[in-house]
T-cell receptor
Framework: AQSVAQPEDQVNVAEGNPLTVKCTYS??????LFWYVQYPNRGLQFLLK??????LVKGSYGFEAEFNKSQTSFHLKKPSALVSDSALYFC?????????????FGAGTTVTVRA | NAGVMQNPRHLVRRRGQEARLRCSPM?????VYWYRQLPEEGLKFMVY????????ESGMPKERFSAEFPKEGPSILRIQQVVRGDSAAYFC??????????????FGQGTRLTVV
């Protein structure tokens, strides 16, 4: 079984401050991990993924995420948030060992960046 | 290269009617997935299809829901005799046939179904 937890429903930060969106996962084997962002009334846009290799992954729009196997976490970060980063963020996992391709998503974290 | 195209964007159906949701994957993609997003919840997997084959439908309700991905044309998610609880956003995603399970899926803009 595979699952993702996003412990914070909402994150509020001031523009220019660092942004962190938390994600922890559970899989039987090793994980493939993904971050997606959803703007209002839009589909999900892929931000970044961790497959293997370097634990620090860089993605679109200045976002990065750090894979921590011992803590089973994959937190999303941005050093300096913009108002335009306000959106709904989803973490997702796929078990490397499983034979299927389905993603398991967290419930999402709403990020609000105030000017 | 157009992205994943879903239509309609918004669909209103009365209870008991049928809803048909269409998804055209990205060019070159042969894997299609359907997810449902209920209000205040994350996306829940429904079904995974390849051309002319249902690979995994473990997330799809056994009754009233069906999906297909024919050799020609878009993938269709069909909901018969809709009920209010079917009101949700339905997202389609696609990925290429190569690259393995580490390949990211690309999502369409979704169809927002409202049952009245």
């Amino acid at each position: 079984a595979q699952s993702v937890a996003q412990p914070e429903d909402q994150v509020n930060v001031a523009e220019g401050n660092p942004l962190t969106v938390k994600c922890t996962y559970s899989v039987s084997g090793n994980p493939y991990l993904f971050w997606y962002v959803q703007y209002p009334n839009r589909g999900l846009q892929f931000l970044l993924k961790y497959i293997t290799g370097d634990n620090l992954v860089k993605g679109s729009y200045g976002f990065e995420a750090e894979f921590n196997k011992s803590q089973t976490s994959f937190h999303l970060k941005k050093p300096s948030a913009l108002v335009s980063d306000s959106a709904l963020y989803f973490c997702a996992v796929r078990d490397m060992r499983s034979n299927d391709y389905k993603l398991s998503f967290g419930a999402g974290t709403t990020v609000t960046v105030r000017a | 290269n157009a992205g994943v195209m879903q239509n309609p964007r918004h669909l209103v159906r009365r209870r008991g009617q049928e809803a048909r949701l269409r998804c055209s994957p990205m060019k070159g993609h042969s894997h299609v997935y359907w997810y449902r997003q209920l209000p205040e919840e994350g996306l829940k997997f429904m079904v995974y299809l390849q051309k002319e084959n249902i690979i995994d439908e473990s997330g799809m309700p056994k009754e009233r829901f069906s999906a297909e991905f024919p050799k020609e044309g878009p993938s269709i998610l069909r909901i018969q005799q809709v009920v209010r609880g079917d009101s949700a956003a339905y997202f389609c995603a696609s990925s290429p046939g190569t690259g393995g399970r580490g390949t990211e899926a690309f999502f369409g803009q979704g169809t927002r179904l409202t049952v009245v």
